[in-house]
Structure formats: structure tokens, C-alpha cells
């Protein structure tokens, strides 16, 4: 009986320690996720200002455009360039 016992509770402290951890890392891979689309917006901001200064076409960075860049990556700037070619 015992054993039974043992048996359980060491089943019990498995699941428990799974559901602590998925409760960590689901986050952390939505934030890793945010990270990465943020680093690569920023670049690609950058490179388009970088490259298109020969071309006059050029997204200001301010807080607004590098949010789109980042949350949205490569299709926040392409969005952007849209916007910026729609309106002026």
C-alpha cells in the first residue's frame, strides 16, 4: 500500500512540475516571438532608410513606426512604405 502511495504522489509532483513549466514557457515564446519580430523590423527599417536615402524614400523612425516594425516584423515596414507612398 505503500508503495501505492509513493507511486501517486510521484505522478502528482510530475504533472505538477508540467504544469508549472508550461505555464513559464508559454510566455517566454511569445516574448522570444516579439523579440525576434522586433530586432528583424528594426533592421529592416534601418536597411530601408539606409538604401532608399538614394531613392528618396525614407520612413521616419519614431515611436509609432518602429511599434509597427516591431510587432509586425517585415510586413509592418512594407506597411509602412504603403502608408508612406498612399499618403504623400
Do not use: C, D, K, Q
Not at 504533472?15 to 517566454?28: G, H
Not at 534601418?46 to 532608399?52: A, E, F, K, T
Request: charged share 5%.
Amino acid at each position: 500500500m505503500e508503495n501505492l502511495t509513493v507511486l501517486i504522489s510521484y505522478a502528482f509532483g510530475l504533472l505538477l512540475l508540467y504544469l508549472i513549466a508550461r505555464l513559464f514557457f508559454v510566455p517566454l515564446r511569445i516574448l522570444m516571438r516579439l523579440l525576434y519580430n522586433g530586432i528583424i523590423g528594426g533592421l529592416l527599417l534601418w536597411l530601408v532608410n539606409l538604401v532608399g536615402s538614394f531613392f528618396g524614400v525614407t520612413i521616419p523612425i519614431n515611436p509609432i513606426t518602429a511599434l509597427a516594425a516591431g510587432f509586425l516584423g517585415v510586413p509592418g515596414v512594407v506597411l509602412l512604405l504603403l502608408l508612406r507612398n498612399l499618403l504623400l
